[in-house]
Structures are given as C-alpha cells and as structure tokens.
C-alpha cells in the first residue's frame, strides 16, 4: 500500500515540477535614446512588479524600477556602457548587455 501511495504522489508532484515558468526578457533600442523592455514568464505568468536594474560599466545601478501592469519598462538610453537586469529572484535573473540592444 506504501508503494501505491508513493507512485500515486511522484505522479502528482513531478509533472507539476515539470511545469515550472522560466523567465523570459527582451530589450529594444527605438533609435531615439529610449530603450524598451519586455518580460514575462513562458507559462504566461505575467512578470507585472518584477524589479529592473539598470546598471553602467561600473557596477553603479543607474535605474531601479519594475515592469509595469503590461509586462513592459521604458527609459532613457545610459550614456556609455550598461546591462539591464530581470530580477524575479533566485534562478529567476536575466542580464542583457547593453551592447546586443540595437535598433
């Protein structure tokens, strides 16, 4: 009976695990000094309030801020070098370099 209950559970737990919303993040430079960026999770999770981080070359963070209720942020172009950083917590953190956002 033990040996029931426990292949019953695995079957339950393990496709849900399975299951599991990866990150997903994209930018775009509109060519007029503003950057957009879309997020959102590949279960369609939306990604509304995940905390955004600009940061220049340094490691200074230039812009805290979150995706809004449309999974997007926009702002202004930094000068010089920097990534944008998604952070929806652990295993949940994308990091786009500045230099592959193009028109």
Known sequence: MK???LLL???VVLPSAALAHTPLFSCYDFGDNTILCEGGFSDGSSA????VLVIDGSGKTLITSE???DGEIEFEKPAGEYK???NA???HSIEVDGKIIVE
């Open 48 to 51: 509304s309030g995940v905390e």
């Open 89 to 91: 917590g652990p295993g």
């Open 84 to 86: 944008v950083q998604f």
């Open 9 to 11: 559970l695995m079957s």
């Open 67 to 69: 995706i809004n209720e």
């Open 3 to 5: 040996q029931k209950t």
